[in-house]
């Protein structure tokens, strides 16, 4: 007898989160309380300031990971897709401009912006837009800009990195759609059998909406929780363990300074709504190099380029990661030129 595939496989729904990521999150808890416990952080002023260090970070952090899923999940079963796709009707040289500030309407992480510009393509909007709108939404939405402010309260470069987020993150992804430029979709996408099975499931009883809600809440949570301890455990260790002439030696070089937080928020792949708690830990790096750090990472980090080879055809990730890097770093040192 032939073995029936999971519906939520084929129709690309949300699956309940899994076991594994659960139950690791569980036990990292678990371990930090243990080694804080036993390692008698008291005696070792580096274990102090570790724990100190991590543990503010994800104090700080985790009531927005929280909102970020929570919002991603409203507008992910109940807010119908065809009221983004409106973006096709305007005049195309407004749409990248219009497809960067819907992101403003659209409350997700940067992993919930793939499918959604998959999906916004296949109903018909200009890929260029879809794309732009894909790597905007995670930078502009109102839980980041939230959470930046709250970040960098209390210090004289607050509205230089809330408003420059805002500014460049738009002005990014509107050059990487530009150099889209009016590629089709088909060149731009590779296949996918499983969705011409899709309206099969159509058919069928509907999922209540709440329990998709709460799946989505979850998997979300726990998705973009485990990158945030990672995150914060690195983040951390550099601040505790790397000798501070060596921060401060990156610091004091502008260009160095930003490549270097760019390819650090890359390599730590951070939810966009938890990253800038982590950005202000850097107190040695200066506007510039926050901002590449605020602006690349959400765009292009180690997780997003598996998924972008996944969805996009060869050829796209590169795209997207030589405008995106040359944007961001232009950008950025012209804020550290306007700013200080």
Not at 207 to 217: D, S, T, Y
Not at 228 to 254: C, M
Not at 280 to 289: L, M
């Amino acid at each position: 007898m032939a073995q029936i595939a999971d519906p939520r496989r084929i129709a690309g729904l949300p699956r309940p989160a899994d076991r594994r990521t659960a139950i690791a999150v569980g036990a990292t808890l678990v371990a930090v309380a243990v080694v804080v416990s036993v390692g008698d952080p008291g005696r070792f002023a580096w274990v102090r300031t570790f724990f100190v260090i991590f543990g503010s970070l994800l104090i700080q952090a985790l009531p927005f990971v929280m909102i970020g899923a929570l919002a991603a999940a409203l507008v992910e079963v109940f807010v119908p897709i065809g009221t983004f796709e409106k973006l096709g009707s305007l005049p195309r040289p407004l749409q990248l401009p219009a497809a960067a500030l819907a992101g403003i309407a659209f409350p997700i992480c940067e992993c919930g912006s793939v499918p959604v510009a998959r999906r916004l393509m296949q109903r018909g909007l200009m890929p260029s837009a879809a794309v732009t709108f894909m790597l905007a939404a995670p930078v502009l939405n109102p839980v980041v800009i939230a959470s930046t402010f709250v970040a960098f309260r209390g210090r004289t470069t607050l509205w230089t990195m809330v408003g420059g987020r805002f500014l460049l993150g738009m002005l990014v992804a509107i050059a990487v759609g530009w150099v889209i430029g009016n590629r089709s979709k088909d060149e731009l996408l590779k296949p996918n059998p499983e969705e011409a099975q899709e309206h099969l499931l159509e058919l069928g009883r509907p999922e209540a909406r709440w329990r998709r809600f709460f799946v989505h809440l979850g998997n979300d949570f726990l998705f973009m929780g485990r990158f945030l301890l990672l995150g914060a455990t690195i983040a951390a260790a550099i601040q505790t363990f790397l000798p501070t002439s060596v921060l401060t030696g990156l610091a004091e070089r502008p260009v160095v300074s930003v490549l270097a937080m760019m390819g650090l928020a890359a390599a730590l792949s951070l939810c966009s709504e938890s990253d800038a708690f982590v950005a202000a830990s850097f107190v040695q790096f200066g506007p510039s190099a926050m901002l590449g750090f605020l602006v690349f990472g959400p765009m292009v980090d180690l997780k997003l380029v598996a998924l972008y080879g996944g969805t996009f055809r060869r050829g796209f990730t590169r795209t997207v990661v030589l405008v995106a890097a040359a944007a961001t770093l232009v950008g950025a040192l012209w804020v550290g030129v306007a700013f200080g």
